[in-house]
């Protein structure tokens, strides 16, 4: 039996040798690459490691690590990494909560007890309170009479002792009072612990060797799908002749369940969640058992993967809502013009062209325009352009007005060969009623009519307008003065044959769609 024991004794330390070592720690959160749907989370920890083979545990993480997407290396090229391992981790909550709740238990024990020894203070005080003046006279039954002093003081005694017993009860019953209402606020913590759900966290398992003792700093990252950020802009336009203020912000939520604290944060335009798929080959592909020819799938992307870093440090909760953060700002050389619809709209609409803008990196999101200081309303920035000139609309200005009449001359038709004719006059007329002098643009329309129409159209009267006679727009471009007044007077003339004369079709005019500017 001691041969035996010692056998047991004397290997056992080789047996603990061998066994692999768990440091289990946290890891700090340094970076975080936001994107449009997704979040690259880097994390650092500076771990000495023992020598053999060891296990570190990164607890603390978010449950949501999308799958394959765990990267980890080392500092120390002394030190290999074996495994890496990412697991969710159920028991930790739930051990916290254990915790909790045991120490709320022992607290409501402590209180307990001195809430019966209060009541043992109580008792007492209470007796001896009842039997201060329990005799009828001072000296009892004594046949003897008592002096006036001695009544006195022994007055003065039960006053003072009566006092100090009531104050005393007074403070012992506020004492209870407060003891009674943190027991049960206790009791009801411990039950909305034993009912909540417990939300779980990611562990991630990384399994090194190391030749020696070694200081390491490690650092990992992987994606999570919980979070992402949108683009804002604002747009702010301070008078002709002047740049357009231009701010970018960027609206970021973070639902991944772990709190990003003071982290450095960029923001970028990719979307690493899309994957890819290698084309498949088919056997008349394959020759000798090489590939003789692979056929790639082509795909254009409009604009191009931008990332944004961001100048200070940012902490964003994990509460899925949006934080906005600063990103940019400019001022953007811009052309201004009014554009007016009047067919439509009276009022012109202040439109800006902005060159170059492809410099500025912008995605499609949402704008909040400002005229002049007045917040005229939000619209979508549309950033999809093929040109190099970005046009914006600023908002409706009521200093611009325009005037359309339209006479149609429907019962003076008069014969001209096989045709009749309806005659149609238009009149614009344009009033700038501001300081300056503007560039206007008048947008109208005259109908559309094809080759394989029986009808024929003639337009005159335009001017040097614009006619584009497959849409029916007409566009004129002017430099209106201030306070001046501008008049476009042109007519279009529809020869019909005489068959149609009468008849629905002739009086049917076709008209391109037409929309204004909004928000």
């Not at 009022?347 to 909040?368: Q, R």
């Given at each position: 039996?001691?041969?035996?024991?010692?056998?047991?004794?004397?290997?056992?330390?080789?047996?603990?040798?061998?066994?692999?070592?768990?440091?289990?720690?946290?890891?700090?959160?340094?970076?975080?690459?936001?994107?449009?749907?997704?979040?690259?989370?880097?994390?650092?920890?500076?771990?000495?490691?023992?020598?053999?083979?060891?296990?570190?545990?990164?607890?603390?993480?978010?449950?949501?690590?999308?799958?394959?997407?765990?990267?980890?290396?080392?500092?120390?090229?002394?030190?290999?990494?074996?495994?890496?391992?990412?697991?969710?981790?159920?028991?930790?909550?739930?051990?916290?909560?254990?915790?909790?709740?045991?120490?709320?238990?022992?607290?409501?024990?402590?209180?307990?007890?001195?809430?019966?020894?209060?009541?043992c203070k109580r008792d007492v005080m209470e007796t001896e309170k009842g039997l201060l003046f329990k005799g009828e006279a001072i000296g009892g039954l004594s046949t003897h009479g008592v002096s006036v002093a001695e009544i006195e003081k022994a007055s003065a005694f039960f006053n003072r002792r009566y006092l100090e017993l009531s104050r005393e009860l007074f403070f012992l019953t506020e004492k209870e009072k407060i003891l009674?209402?943190?027991?049960?606020?206790?009791?009801?913590?411990?039950?909305?612990?034993?009912?909540?759900?417990?939300?779980?966290?990611?562990?991630?398992?990384?399994?090194?060797?190391?030749?020696?003792?070694?200081?390491?700093?490690?650092?990992?990252?992987?994606?999570?799908?919980?979070?992402?950020?949108?683009?804002?802009?604002?747009?702010?336009?301070?008078?002709?002749?002047?740049?357009?203020?231009?701010?970018?912000?960027?609206?970021?939520?973070?639902?991944?369940?772990?709190?990003?604290?003071?982290?450095?944060?960029?923001?970028?335009?990719?979307?690493?969640?899309?994957?890819?798929?290698?084309?498949?080959?088919?056997?008349?592909?394959?020759?000798?058992?090489?590939?003789?020819?692979?056929?790639?799938?082509?795909?254009?992307?409009?604009?191009?993967?931008?990332?944004?870093?961001?100048?200070?440090?940012?902490?964003?909760?994990?509460?899925?809502?949006?934080?906005?953060?600063?990103?940019?700002?400019?001022?953007?050389?811009?052309?201004?013009?009014?554009?007016?619809?009047?067919?439509?709209?009276?009022?012109?609409?202040?439109?800006?062209?902005?060159?170059?803008?492809?410099?500025?990196?912008?995605?499609?999101?949402?704008?909040?325009?400002?005229?002049?200081?007045?917040?005229?309303?939000?619209?979508?920035?549309?950033?999809?352009?093929?040109?190099?000139?970005?046009?914006?609309?600023?908002?409706?200005?009521?200093?611009?007005?325009?005037?359309?009449?339209?006479?149609?001359?429907?019962?003076?038709?008069?014969?001209?060969?096989?045709?009749?004719?309806?005659?149609?006059?238009?009149?614009?007329?344009?009033?700038?009623?501001?300081?300056?002098?503007?560039?206007?643009?008048?947008?109208?329309?005259?109908?559309?009519?094809?080759?394989?129409?029986?009808?024929?159209?003639?337009?005159?009267?335009?001017?040097?307008?614009?006619?584009?006679?497959?849409?029916?727009?007409?566009?004129?471009?002017?430099?209106?003065?201030?306070?001046?007044?501008?008049?476009?007077?042109?007519?279009?003339?529809?020869?019909?044959?005489?068959?149609?004369?009468?008849?629905?079709?002739?009086?049917?005019?076709?008209?391109?769609?037409?929309?204004?500017?909004?928000?």
């Amino acid at each position: 039996m001691n041969k035996l024991l010692s056998i047991v004794l004397f290997t056992l330390p080789f047996a603990m040798l061998g066994q692999k070592k768990e440091i289990e720690t946290t890891a700090s959160i340094t970076d975080v690459t936001v994107y449009t749907a997704a979040a690259e989370i880097n994390y650092e920890k500076e771990i000495i490691l023992p020598k053999g083979k060891s296990t570190v545990v990164f607890n603390e993480l978010t449950p949501f690590i999308v799958e394959n997407s765990v990267n980890v290396s080392v500092s120390n090229s002394a030190v290999s990494i074996v495994t890496v391992a990412e697991r969710i981790n159920y028991a930790r909550e739930k051990k916290n909560i254990n915790e909790q709740v045991t120490h709320l238990q022992d607290s409501i024990a402590k209180m307990a007890r001195e809430l019966g020894l209060l009541k043992c203070k109580r008792d007492v005080m209470e007796t001896e309170k009842g039997l201060l003046f329990k005799g009828e006279a001072i000296g009892g039954l004594s046949t003897h009479g008592v002096s006036v002093a001695e009544i006195e003081k022994a007055s003065a005694f039960f006053n003072r002792r009566y006092l100090e017993l009531s104050r005393e009860l007074f403070f012992l019953t506020e004492k209870e009072k407060i003891l009674t209402a943190l027991t049960e606020r206790y009791y009801n913590q411990i039950e909305e612990l034993e009912t909540i759900s417990i939300q779980t966290t990611s562990e991630i398992r990384v399994t090194v060797s190391c030749p020696a003792e070694e200081k390491t700093r490690f650092k990992f990252k992987f994606l999570t799908a919980k979070a992402g950020w949108t683009p804002v802009y604002d747009f702010k336009y301070e008078g002709p002749g002047q740049p357009l203020q231009f701010i970018f912000r960027a609206n970021i939520f973070n639902a991944s369940g772990i709190a990003w604290q003071d982290v450095s944060l960029k923001l970028s335009t990719a979307d690493p969640m899309r994957g890819f798929k290698l084309p498949e080959i088919s056997e008349e592909q394959k020759k000798d058992g090489l590939i003789s020819k692979v056929q790639f799938k082509q795909s254009e992307s409009v604009n191009a993967i931008t990332e944004y870093t961001i100048a200070q440090q940012y902490s964003i909760p994990s509460d899925a809502k949006s934080y906005w953060i600063d990103v940019n700002a400019a001022s953007m050389p811009a052309a201004y013009n009014y554009l007016l619809i009047p067919k439509l709209d009276p009022f012109g609409f202040l439109m800006a062209k902005i060159p170059n803008w492809n410099k500025y990196n912008l995605i499609p999101g949402e704008s909040n325009i400002y005229n002049m200081g007045s917040y005229m309303g939000k619209t979508f920035l549309n950033t999809y352009a093929q040109n190099d000139t970005l046009s914006l609309y600023l908002g409706k200005d009521k200093n611009i007005q325009a005037n359309r009449t339209e006479k149609n001359i429907l019962h003076s038709r008069f014969l001209a060969g096989n045709y009749t004719v309806e005659e149609n006059n238009t009149t614009i007329q344009v009033k700038n009623n501001f300081t300056n002098s503007l560039p206007i643009e008048i947008v109208d329309q005259v109908p559309i009519y094809t080759k394989d129409d029986k009808e024929k159209m003639t337009v005159s009267g335009i001017g040097n307008a614009l006619y584009e006679k497959a849409d029916g727009m007409l566009y004129w471009t002017f430099i209106i003065k201030s306070g001046e007044t501008i008049n476009i007077n042109y007519k279009y003339e529809i020869k019909a044959p005489k068959e149609f004369e009468g008849g629905d079709r002739f009086m049917k005019k076709k008209f391109r769609t037409v929309s204004c500017p909004r928000f």
